[in-house]
């Protein structure tokens, strides 16, 4: 199993309320996709031509290029069938899964197969649009996503009862040095739900390297059968990952064309609703380089909705320094948010410092109660 490589899917979501130009959206807690109503009037209030109906980058992306694309990926006899599903919690990648995703791998059935959603897989930044609501919440949302997809004649409407969901990855405890622990279940929110401790922004490069060793370990469950529906072979499968495009940057091993150090920001080489393939090999499991690489063979697959793909060799100690840098400017947006530029006073919402603050009170005391 030490050579073993694994066959990664990857999906940044559609375009969100969260992408609103000049981050203008970065203080409403996990927004929902992007409506063409919405996206056209956010044109019209910086004065520039809306897309035509029917044809956004929001729900319409989804439905016109992303579901298309992921049914030609399945029907491609030369590609590996997806066995498994890893999603991260926020509503606009819930979303994107469940109504871009083909039927057949989420209707019950012979060809179902599960989705794991898991948190490792969350956005990078403190902003509370990268927060991650409660469970309850995210089953509420999981059910309206499914009311709002799109079925052929003859699909029956799905249900949150249809699905194959391993809630179990929400419910875990992770060390302050992000290992993976117990299940704990428990109505108090996770640290992950407040980006604190290893699930700071200060961290999000060792959070890169847990996440891909989170998605090895799944593919490991489905090679000896303890996940899916019986062992499988290791390049037999496709793991579909929905996730972001933010922090794909501490995922993959080529950035591409990011800068946050220019005066126009640019935190990703990814468009919206993008679908890349990777290859995340065993043998990097135990090492500080666990990162996904781009089979070039596979450039084909991608579904890139403006532009060329990057396309040659790259310097991996110059997407090494883009990284670091990257970590840096989040770090700094944190500290801004917390207590202002000035040390006048923070920019978070009254409501969420009190919670925020609540939630580090409640993990002291659970830290405390385990004597550590």
């Avoid at 935190?267 to 609703?273: H, I, R």
Wanted: hydrophobic share 35%.
């Amino acid at each position: 199993m030490s050579d073993a490589v694994y066959n990664i899917q990857y999906v940044r979501h559609v375009k969100s309320e969260s992408n609103k130009p000049y981050n203008a959206n970065v203080h409403n807690i996990d927004p929902p996709l992007l409506s063409w109503e919405l996206e056209s009037q956010w044109a019209q209030e910086s004065g520039q031509e809306g897309p035509k109906q029917g044809q956004g980058e929001g729900f319409d992306l989804i439905r016109n290029q992303v579901a298309l694309h992921l049914a030609d990926l399945e029907n491609d006899l030369e590609e590996p069938p997806t066995q498994l599903i890893a999603v991260s919690p926020l509503l606009r990648t819930l979303q994107t899964c469940l109504m871009g995703t083909p039927y057949h791998l989420l209707a019950r059935g012979n060809r179902q197969v599960q989705i794991v959603i898991h948190p490792v897989l969350v956005e990078q930044t403190y902003w509370i649009s990268d927060r991650v609501r409660p469970t309850e919440d995210i089953k509420a949302t999981i059910s309206d996503a499914l009311e709002n997809r799109e079925y052929k004649p003859k699909e029956m409407p799905l249900t949150i009862n249809d699905l194959n969901i391993d809630w179990d990855e929400l419910n875990r405890h992770w060390s302050d040095d992000g290992v993976p622990g117990d299940l704990e279940y428990s109505k108090t929110l996770k640290l992950w739900n407040v980006k604190e401790r290893f699930w700071a922004p200060e961290n999000v490069i060792e959070r890169g390297q847990a996440a891909n060793r989170a998605l090895i370990r799944l593919c490991r469950e489905l090679c000896n059968g303890t996940r899916g529906k019986g062992a499988q072979k290791p390049g037999d499968f496709t793991l579909m990952v929905f996730g972001h495009g933010g922090f794909i940057n501490f995922l993959a091993e080529e950035l591409g064309n990011v800068n946050s150090e220019a005066d126009q920001l640019r935190l990703t080489d990814w468009n919206v609703g993008e679908i890349r393939r990777y290859e995340l090999a065993e043998a990097d499991y135990g090492g500080d380089n666990c990162y996904l690489k781009e089979n070039p063979a596979r450039r084909n697959c991608r579904l890139r909705l403006r532009g060329e793909p990057s396309v040659g060799d790259y310097d991996r100690f110059a997407e090494n320094e883009k990284r670091v840098k990257l970590r840096g400017w989040l770090k700094n947006l944190k500290e801004e948010l917390l207590v202002g530029k000035d040390g006048s006073g923070g920019y978070i919402p009254k409501e969420e410092m009190v919670n925020y603050q609540n939630i580090q009170k409640a993990y002291e005391e659970e830290r405390a109660h385990r004597g550590k």
